[in-house]
């Protein structure tokens, strides 16, 4: 019963593991186009697809070394924007395509900072340790700090075709957090409900995979765990699993995963012990 037990632990967490926690890695693609990236469905971009992507998009990696379903085409998994990709890696599971083109930063702190430019003459730059601009920014801006690495941070201008670039940790005294002065906005877009509900759909499904292939295997009937929608944006797991310890891990990635979605908006994600709550950060 023991071995058992633990092997239902170990599938649990495998699936719902990701490199998000207190710190993530990305791995930055100055020009997605001298890569080969595939989509969700594991299909690859088509060139007008990839000319879509952003100059210095930041991939968060979710999984090194890993295969495509054929289980032959090894590649890295990412997440951009709340989308899954793979980048083609070679037979020694190194990104393929133009090496200059690619930078690494590891142990990366999350941030969930938008905050409004106070001068001109702040700059958005190619790379982390020097100082070629990509992006003046004008006094009034906005722009969303998406993580900190070392003394520097990664950041998005929200336009059209998002615009990516560092910061030297210096420039925080040119720019200030937005805060909210009038009745907060309470409401998130259909499309960002949209996508945090079918997250946690997903979340159910994969559930219900592994626990029919655990019980099929194990000859138990452990009953299939569900988060389940009690209010617009609280979601509540079902029993016996909101009451022990079973899924706290997994949940808290879910959590993890659903606060990262989250990135330039302003609610937060508040989780309990089998129970998700998304709230407006000014009600908080």
């Given at each position: 019963m023991i071995i058992k037990?633990?092997?239902?632990?170990?599938?649990?967490?495998?699936?719902f593991y990701t490199s998000y926690s207190a710190t993530s890695d990305f791995v930055i693609l100055e020009s997605p186009k001298s890569f080969t990236i595939y989509n969700q469905y594991e299909q690859a971009l088509s060139a007008s697809e990839i000319s879509e992507l952003p100059a210095y998009s930041p991939f968060k990696i979710v999984?090194?070394?890993?295969?495509?379903?054929?289980?032959i085409t090894r590649v890295m998994q990412c997440s951009l924007e709340q989308k899954t990709y793979y980048i083609l890696e070679d037979d020694n599971g190194a990104i393929t395509g133009n090496k200059d083109m690619l930078q690494f930063v590891k142990g990366c702190i999350i941030l969930d900072d938008t905050v409004r430019i106070l001068q001109d003459g702040t700059a958005l730059s190619q790379r982390e340790a020097s100082g070629s601009s990509v992006k003046k920014l004008s006094?009034?801006?906005?722009?969303?700090?998406?993580?900190?690495?070392k003394n520097s941070f990664?950041?998005?201008?929200?336009?059209?075709?998002?615009?990516?670039?560092?910061?030297?940790?210096?420039?925080?005294?040119?720019?200030?957090?937005?805060?909210?002065t009038n009745i907060p906005d309470t409401l998130l877009t259909d499309q960002t409900k949209k996508l945090l509900i079918e997250h946690i759909e997903y979340a159910n499904t994969q559930?219900?995979?592994?626990?029919?292939?655990?019980?099929?295997?194990?000859?138990?009937?452990?009953?299939?765990?569900?988060?389940?929608?009690?209010?617009?944006?609280?979601?509540?797991?079902?029993?016996?699993y909101s009451h022990n310890s079973e899924l706290d891990e997994?949940?808290?990635?879910?959590?993890?995963?659903?606060?990262?979605?989250?990135?330039?908006?302003?609610f937060a994600i508040q989780y309990e012990k089998g129970r998700i709550t998304i709230t407006p950060k000014a009600l908080q």
């Open positions: 037990k633990n092997l239902f632990f170990l599938i649990v967490l495998s699936a999984k090194t070394d890993t295969k495509l379903g054929d289980q006094k009034g801006n906005v722009i969303v700090l998406l993580f900190r690495y990664y950041a998005m201008q929200p336009v059209l075709k998002p615009q990516y670039g560092w910061l030297p940790f210096s420039a925080r005294n040119s720019f200030k957090h937005i805060r909210e559930y219900k995979i592994l626990f029919d292939a655990f019980n099929k295997s194990s000859g138990m009937q452990k009953s299939i765990p569900e988060w389940q929608r009690v209010e617009d944006l609280t979601w509540q797991l079902s029993e016996p997994s949940s808290g990635y879910l959590a993890d995963e659903l606060r990262e979605m989250l990135i330039g908006k302003q």
